[in-house]
């Protein structure tokens, strides 16, 4: 495996989207992750039909295929892998994850807003689901007290959107087999956003406020 370069050569802190565009001269749209400077539109690299590959604390790993521009002005599109180190809030502990489906069916977004989710660690990583009889990409949340089985668990996971403070997951949640009724298979998804613990107050800063 080739060692790992930076994205942007210079760059130190930058910011992650992933969002759906319409190129010129294609009707249909596309999804690309790009690398923005911090309070700025300026694509400084961008992954088209960037793959969630890995997620594991703070770290994120997407793959795709980057275009990029030969000395004769042709489009050559070559794979490539990101490795994003997320950066959290300060006193983040994991994230907060809301069910953006309900029995398959999507959910307003008024109801994101009042619904409070559940706290815990992300991950997402590659192994074998049964129910799809081959590999495929997986995401649990585990709830930050300590439990042999995840509270949250879809499969065929990819990534939907991402901005400043969150992004979305989708995939498929596995409904098994009960009494009369077959498993079943329901599209899925999650927003995600850090978990930020409240500091407690010191005693100087409650005395402050009596």
């Known amino acids: 495996m080739s060692a790992a370069v930076p994205a942007v050569e210079g760059a130190s802190v930058l910011q992650l989207v992933v969002v759906e565009i319409t190129e010129e001269g294609?009707?249909?749209?596309?999804?690309?992750?790009?690398?923005?400077?911090?309070?700025?539109?300026?694509?400084?690299?961008?992954?088209?039909?960037?793959?969630?590959?890995?997620?594991?604390?703070?770290?994120?790993?997407?793959?795709?295929?980057?275009?990029?521009?030969?000395?004769?002005?042709?489009?050559?599109?070559?794979?490539?892998?990101?490795?994003?180190?997320?950066?959290?809030?300060?006193?983040?502990?994991?994230?907060?994850?809301?069910?953006?489906?309900?029995?398959?069916?999507?959910?307003?977004?008024?109801?994101?807003?009042?619904?409070?989710?559940?706290?815990?660690?992300?991950?997402?990583?590659?192994?074998?689901?049964?129910?799809?009889?081959?590999?495929?990409?997986?995401?649990?949340?585990?709830?930050?007290?300590?439990?042999?089985?995840a509270a949250k668990r879809i499969i065929e996971c990819h990534i939907e959107f991402m901005g400043e403070s969150s992004f979305a997951l989708g995939g498929l949640r596995v409904r098994e087999a009960w009494q009369d009724q077959p498993q079943l298979l329901e599209r899925d998804g999650w927003l995600c956003e850090f978990d930020v613990e409240e500091r407690q107050l010191t005693k100087a800063e409650y005395r402050a406020l009596r």
Do not use: D
Not at 40 to 69: D, H, N
Not at 74 to 88: M, N
């Open 26 to 149: 294609n009707r249909r749209p596309i999804k690309v992750a790009r690398l923005l400077p911090l309070g700025e539109q300026r694509i400084l690299a961008q992954l088209k039909l960037p793959a969630l590959v890995q997620l594991k604390g703070w770290k994120m790993v997407l793959s795709g295929v980057q275009e990029l521009r030969t000395q004769q002005s042709q489009i050559r599109g070559v794979a490539q892998t990101w490795v994003c180190e997320l950066l959290p809030p300060e006193n983040a502990v994991g994230f907060r994850v809301k069910e953006t489906y309900v029995c398959g069916v999507r959910l307003p977004r008024a109801a994101l807003h009042q619904a409070t989710g559940t706290r815990g660690k992300l991950m997402v990583a590659g192994e074998y689901s049964n129910a799809l009889q081959r590999h495929t990409t997986c995401a649990e949340v585990h709830g930050h007290q300590i439990s042999t089985f």
